[in-house]
Nanobody, 115 residues
């Protein structure tokens, strides 16, 4: 069973930065396209960034130019560098397979952007 553990969230002021990490079990990071998702209160979960097995990246328009997804296959870890954070980025962030998530989700990591 896939196990995903997200970390790195916290409270940050608008304009600040955070780096999220997602540690995965086994060798799934190297074998699959991976993505970061987020779910804000009262909203559906959305995929915000993805990285393919050949390191092609895609982003939702609202985070383009501010977020960067990366992967370290040797460490089975996916990262999300978030810069110029805005209050509307406040959400619980999760990682999972991109373009079609597995049924099993990690606990997520809370990101709160507030002054």
């Amino acid at each position: 069973q896939v196990q995903l553990v997200e970390s790195g969230g916290g409270l940050v002021q608008p304009g600040g930065s955070l780096r999220l990490s997602c540690a995965a079990s086994g060798s799934i990071v190297s074998a699959y396209h991976m993505g970061w998702y987020r779910q804000a209160p009262g909203k559906q979960r959305e995929q915000v960034a993805a990285i393919t097995s050949v390191y092609k990246t895609t982003y939702v328009d609202s985070v383009k130019g501010r977020f960067t997804i990366s992967r370290d296959n040797a460490k089975n870890t996916v990262y999300l560098q978030m810069n110029s954070l805005k209050p509307e980025d406040t959400a619980v962030y999760y990682c999972n397979r991109a373009f079609g998530a597995w049924a099993s989700w990690g606990q997520g990591t809370q990101v709160t952007v507030s002054s």
